[in-house]
């Protein structure tokens, strides 16, 4: 098993920045892709970004291209999302998800592990 914890969530206004880390225990050498969805309320949880843990290789949604930077930390088992430009459309709750296969997916069935996650608030 691999244990997800999520923090960094918060309140901030229009046009500025969060990073959100992500800190994986457990079984991590079992895990090959790690990602963030987001979820608002009413709405599906949806894929933000995700990045190939060996190679660094990184993929984001059209929504958050060139305002959103994924990026890890081997050797703290961490993946951070750092936002900037935010915008009251990103208010959501981010969940950090882990996949066990080596291929990247945009898809929240195809991930085996799940934080709990951390709630983010844009205001405008």
């Known amino acids: 098993q691999v244990q997800l914890v999520e923090s960094g969530g918060g309140l901030v206004q229009a046009g500025g920045s969060l990073r959100l880390p992500c800190a994986a225990s457990?079984?991590?050498?079992?895990?090959?892709?790690r990602g963030w969805f987001r979820q608002a309320p009413g709405k599906e949880r949806k894929f933000v970004a995700g990045?190939?843990?060996?190679?660094?290789?990184?993929y984001y949604a059209d929504s958050v291209k060139g305002r959103f930077t994924i990026s890890r930390d081997n050797a703290k088992n961490t993946v951070y999302l750092q936002m900037n430009s935010l915008k009251p459309e990103d208010t959501a709750v981010y969940y950090c998800?882990?996949?066990?296969?080596?291929?990247?997916?945009?898809?929240?069935?195809?991930?085996?592990?799940w934080g709990q996650g951390t709630q983010v608030t844009v205001s405008s």
């Open positions: 998800a882990a996949r066990r296969s080596y291929t990247g997916s945009l898809f929240l069935a195809e991930y085996d592990y």
């Open positions: 457990g079984r991590t050498f079992s895990v090959n892709v």
């Open positions: 990045i190939d843990w060996s190679t660094g290789t990184t």
